[in-house]
């Protein structure tokens, strides 16, 4: 079994930034994509931004495209996700997720693995 931990989340003013991290642990492994996801209360688990965990290869949401940065760290089985201009829609809580593939997945059903999540609060 994997477990993911999310951290970094909080309040912030509208366009400000934050960087969440996940930690992985357990059971590891190279051929994978991990992710962010977030949902707000009342709606649906949202994709966020995806990253191949060997090849480095990324994929983003259209609504963060340009302002959001995933990146992984291998050595510490640590993923990143960088949140600039942030606004006030974007309050959720915020889960990494993980899936044995090598491609790119971006259907929250299709994960393995999931994290408790990160508050993050945007203010207007």
């Known amino acids: 079994q994997v477990q993911l931990v999310e951290s970094g989340g909080g309040l912030v003013q509208a366009g400000g930034s934050l960087r969440l991290s996940c930690a992985a642990s357990g059971r590891t492994f190279s051929s994978s994509t991990m992710s962010w996801f977030r949902q707000a209360p009342g709606k649906e688990r949202e994709f966020v931004a995806a990253i191949n965990w060997s090849g480095g290869s990324t994929a983003y949401a259209n609504a963060v495209q340009g302002r959001f940065t995933i990146s992984r760290d291998n050595a510490k089985n640590t993923v990143y996700l960088q949140m600039n201009s942030l606004k006030p829609e974007e309050t959720a809580v915020y889960y990494c997720?993980?899936?044995?593939?090598?491609?790119?997945?971006?259907?929250?059903?299709?994960?393995?693995?999931w994290g408790q999540g990160t508050q993050v609060t945007v203010s207007s």
């Open positions: 997720a993980a899936v044995r593939s090598s491609l790119v997945v971006d259907t929250a059903g299709r994960y393995d693995y």
